[in-house]
């Protein structure tokens, strides 16, 4: 199976501050990249999803794709308390099958 | 739009012991997984459905992990006999096609004791 790597954190930042996480993935074919958020005891929901190297921007959230690298990252603007969360970047491999990273731990920090 | 429904939400077992878990997935939505997600860890797929074929188990530990999407709609997971590694959260996903975003259930939290 494919590789998907992830700081397990935990990160800290302060309240109103950019938070930047980070992922890097071993198989060089993969087209689709989505980060999800999951909260303490939920399930993980999608957050973002992107498919062409750059940057894509929603809200307060971008996610950057850099597939010479193999790396892809998700940039969290203003951040505040609810931001909290594990962020779990996931990378298909093949056609059909997603890999996850281990997860990056983010506090935010009032 | 409804989202995916999982069931039970938590389920306590004593090793050996057999535990099935129940998905129905989001509306129309052709592919189904299951994952097992360990404290800590991210989810690790188990098992892929398209309508009611297998797609991929390659991860499913088959001496004691089974599953099926009779009529591609809903789907069971099945644990006989489980083992204290099996302690996890089992999630099920749901997606239109493969290549689109999956949607996950709430999860079954298993403890086995």
């Known amino acids: 199976q494919k590789e998907v790597e992830q700081n397990s954190g935990p990160l800290s930042v302060p309240e109103g501050a950019i938070a930047s996480l980070n992922c890097t993935y071993s198989?060089?074919?993969?087209?689709?990249f989505f980060w999800y958020r999951q909260y303490s005891g939920k399930s993980p929901e999608l957050i973002m999803s992107i498919y062409s190297n750059g940057d894509k921007e929603d809200g307060r959230f971008t996610a950057q794709l850099n597939k010479a690298s193999q790396y892809v990252s998700l940039l969290i603007r203003d951040s505040q308390p609810s931001d909290s969360a594990t962020y779990l970047c996931?990378?298909?491999?093949?056609?059909?099958?997603?890999?996850f990273g281990q997860g990056t731990r983010l506090t935010i920090n009032p | 739009e409804a989202g995916v429904a999982q069931s039970p939400r938590y389920k306590i077992i004593e090793k050996r012991q057999s535990v099935a878990f129940w998905c129905n997935p989001i509306s129309g939505h052709a592919t189904l997984y299951w994952y097992q997600q360990i404290l800590g860890q991210g989810p690790k797929l188990l098992i892929q459905?398209?309508?009611?074929?297998?797609?991929?188990d390659s991860q499913l530990p088959k001496d004691r992990f089974s599953a099926e999407r009779l009529k591609g709609v809903d789907s069971t997971l099945k644990i006989q006999p489980a083992k204290l590694e099996d302690s996890a959260v089992y999630l099920c996903?749901?997606?239109?096609?493969?290549?689109?975003?999956?949607?996950f259930g709430d999860g079954t939290r298993l403890s086995i004791l």
């Open positions: 459905f398209q309508n009611n074929g297998v797609v991929d």
């Open positions: 198989d060089r074919g993969s087209q689709s």
């Open positions: 996931a990378v298909n491999e093949g056609a059909q099958k997603l890999v």
């Open positions: 996903a749901s997606s239109s096609q493969g290549s689109q975003p999956q949607h």
